[in-house]
C-alpha cells in the first residue's frame, strides 16, 4: 500500500539564456526588473554595456531558470550585442508603441538574430509602454489597422503592425506595460514554454558563458562601467534565483 503523503519528485530544472535587445528608453530593463522583483522605477538610469539577473519560471512540467542579459539600447553599445546573444536560446525584441522608429530597431535585431543568433532561438517580439496607449484611450489599448498613426495619438504603433511582423516571421508576439505588470510575466512563460526540450540539456551558466577576453572588450568598450547585477539596492533576493 502506498503512502499517499510521500512528497513528490521535484520537477526537472533547466537554465535558459535569455537576451534582451531593442533601441535606447523602450523599457527593456524595465521589463525585466518588472520580471524579476515585480517592481518599477520611472526613473530608471540606462544601462551601461549589460545587466545579468536571473529569475525561475515554473510550468507544469518543469522549471525555468532564465538567466537574462539585458543590454544597453544606445547605439555605441551596438557591437557588443553579439557577445550577449552568442549560444542564447532565447531573446525578447522590444520596441516602443509610442515611437515608430523603435519598431524599425526591433526588425534591425530580428534579422539579426536569425543570420548569426544559434538556430532555433525563440524570439518574443514585444511592444512596450501599452499603459500610455491605454490611459489616453481610457481602453484596453489595441488599436485597429488605420488607427494610432495620427500625430496627435500617443499610440505610434498599432497592434495590427505588430503583430503582422511578428506572425510574418513566425516569432512570438505580446504587447506589455512595465508599469502596470500587463503581459510581463506571460511574455516569459510563453518562452519558456515554446523552448524546445533538445535545447534545454547540458544549458550553462550565462556569465560563465562570458568568457574573459570578451570581458575584457566590453570593459574597454564602456570604460570598465559593465553592471552585471541590475537588482540594484532594495531587490528582492527571495524572488530572485541570482
Not at 570604460?223 to 527571495?238: E, F, P
Request: contains cysteine; negative net charge; proline residues 4%.
Amino acid at each position: 500500500m502506498t503512502d499517499s503523503t510521500a512528497p513528490s519528485a521535484p520537477k526537472p530544472s533547466s537554465s535558459v539564456k535569455l537576451v534582451l535587445l531593442g533601441e535606447a528608453a523602450v523599457g527593456k530593463s524595465s521589463l525585466v526588473l518588472r520580471f524579476v522583483n515585480d517592481a518599477f522605477e520611472p526613473n530608471k538610469e540606462p544601462t551601461i554595456g549589460a545587466a545579468f539577473l536571473t529569475q525561475k519560471c515554473a510550468l507544469p512540467t518543469r522549471t525555468i531558470k532564465f538567466e537574462i542579459w539585458d543590454t544597453a539600447g544606445q547605439e555605441r553599445f551596438a557591437s557588443l550585442a553579439p557577445m550577449y546573444y552568442r549560444n542564447a536560446q532565447s531573446a525578447l525584441v522590444v520596441y516602443d508603441i509610442t515611437k515608430a522608429s523603435s519598431l524599425v530597431k526591433a526588425k534591425h535585431w530580428v534579422a539579426e538574430l536569425q543570420r548569426q543568433a544559434s538556430p532555433g532561438i525563440v524570439i518574443a517580439v514585444v511592444g512596450n509602454k501599452v499603459d500610455l496607449a491605454e490611459e489616453e484611450d481610457g481602453a484596453e489599448g489595441e488599436v485597429t489597422e488605420g488607427e494610432g498613426e495620427d500625430e496627435g495619438s500617443v499610440r505610434k504603433v498599432s497592434t495590427k503592425e505588430g503583430k503582422a511582423f511578428a506572425e510574418e516571421e513566425g516569432l512570438l508576439f505580446f504587447e506589455t506595460s512595465a508599469k502596470s505588470g500587463k503581459n510581463v510575466n506571460e511574455v516569459f512563460t510563453a518562452i519558456a514554454n515554446a523552448i524546445p526540450e533538445g535545447s534545454l540539456k547540458g544549458a550553462r551558466g550565462a556569465v560563465q558563458g562570458v568568457g574573459a577576453a570578451t570581458q575584457a572588450a566590453i570593459e574597454s568598450a564602456t570604460g570598465g562601467r559593465v553592471n552585471l547585477n541590475a537588482g540594484g539596492d532594495g531587490a528582492k533576493q527571495d524572488n530572485c534565483a541570482c
